[in-house]
Nanobody
């Protein structure tokens, strides 16, 4: 079983930066993708950025050029560097690990962290 522990987040002014971290433990060899999702009040959870076990990345159009997902395999940690933050980036951000067991995929979620962009 994979466990995810998030850190980072908080309050930042527009144009500022934050970095989120997500440390994975447990059966991490079964993870084939790590991702960050966000959920704003009254909205559905949506993908922000993802990185596969092979290192491929993809981003939501709204964050391309501003956010960067990366990983440190020595620490089993994934990061989301968020630059040029906008008020519309305000949301709860969740780390996600996708496990593959044969043809079945399972999603594990972190505890969530609030990001508030406001002056």
């Amino acid at each position: 079983q994979v466990q995810l522990v998030q850190s980072g987040g908080g309050l930042v002014q527009p144009g500022g930066s934050l970095r989120l971290s997500c440390a994975a433990s447990g059966s991490i060899s079964s993870i084939n993708r790590m991702a960050w999702y966000c959920q704003a009040p009254g909205k559905t959870r949506e993908l922000v950025a993802a990185i596969t076990s092979g290192g491929s990345t993809n981003y939501a159009d709204s964050v391309k050029g501003r956010f960067t997902i990366s990983r440190d395999n020595t620490k089993n940690t994934v990061y989301l560097q968020m630059n040029s933050l906008k008020p519309e980036d305000t949301a709860v951000y969740y780390c996600n690990a996708r496990e593959a067991h044969g043809l079945a995929l399972y999603h594990i979620w972190g505890q969530g962290t609030q990001v508030t962009v406001s002056s």
